[in-house]
């Protein structure tokens, strides 16, 4: 089992792990919800229907991470489109980043939260013992598999991964090279994704 989901009895998956693993995880899920930011509720605490009707950006993030996240609904880089199709597809990817994007961010808000929460618990449970094995529910292995996933399309923008030869080239990394860490991060989340997606399928 160690740095491998395996399912369990009745639904659910589990996974060996130890202190830094932990740490990492959990740095890596933190990181993230810095990047996502705070809800409109949280800027806005004293307002309990703030969050109910307010209206998200129209307009793509600045930051690439971001953007590879939150990507444009109706635009497709690999198919240049003419000046009035380009500008018909802005439109309708800014009418529908208002109206989508904040529940987008407050399901990976969640989703990340629920990893801290449980790295917590684990940490909490295992004091000392230089870890332990993390057991996931059904809906809990669902977030999870959420929050990989984002945390690998952030590292894979970091590193200005675009296409699967890219990720190739990354298993060829002299040790010298300052990527190196992220890369491993990189690989090892996708060995996590990859066995928990397992653990889901009938």
């Known amino acids: 089992m160690p740095g491998t989901f395996e399912p369990l ?8 792990l130890d202190d830094v693993e932990i740490s990492i995880i959990r740095s890596l899920a933190v990181q993230l919800l810095e990047l996502i930011g705070p809800g409109p509720a949280e800027d806005a605490p004293d307002d309990p229907l703030a969050e109910l009707f307010a209206e998200g950006p129209s307009e793509p993030p600045a930051d690439p991470v971001l953007k590879r996240l939150f990507p444009d609904a109706y635009s497709d880089p690999e198919q240049p489109a003419s000046p009035r199709d ?14 989508t994007e904040n529940d987008l961010r407050a399901g990976k808000r969640d989703n990340a939260l629920a990893v801290i929460r449980s790295l ?19 809906a809990e292995s669902q977030q999870w598999l959420g929050a990989l996933n ?9 590193l200005e991964i675009t296409e699967e030869e890219d990720t190739d080239l990354l298993y060829r990394l002299p040790d010298e090279d300052p990527r190196k860490p992220m890369v491993m991060a990189y690989l090892w989340l996708g060995g996590l994704q990859e066995t928990l997606v397992g653990t889901l399928m009938p």
């Open 86 to 99: 380009a500008e018909e597809q802005r439109v309708y990817s800014a009418e529908f980043r208002r109206y």
């Open 120 to 138: 917590d618990a684990l940490a909490a449970a295992s004091a000392g013992e230089g870890g332990a094995v993390l057991k996931l529910s059904a």
């Open 9 to 16: 009895p009745g639904g659910g998956a589990a996974v060996a």
């Open 150 to 158: 984002d945390l690998r399309l952030a590292i894979g923008s970091r």
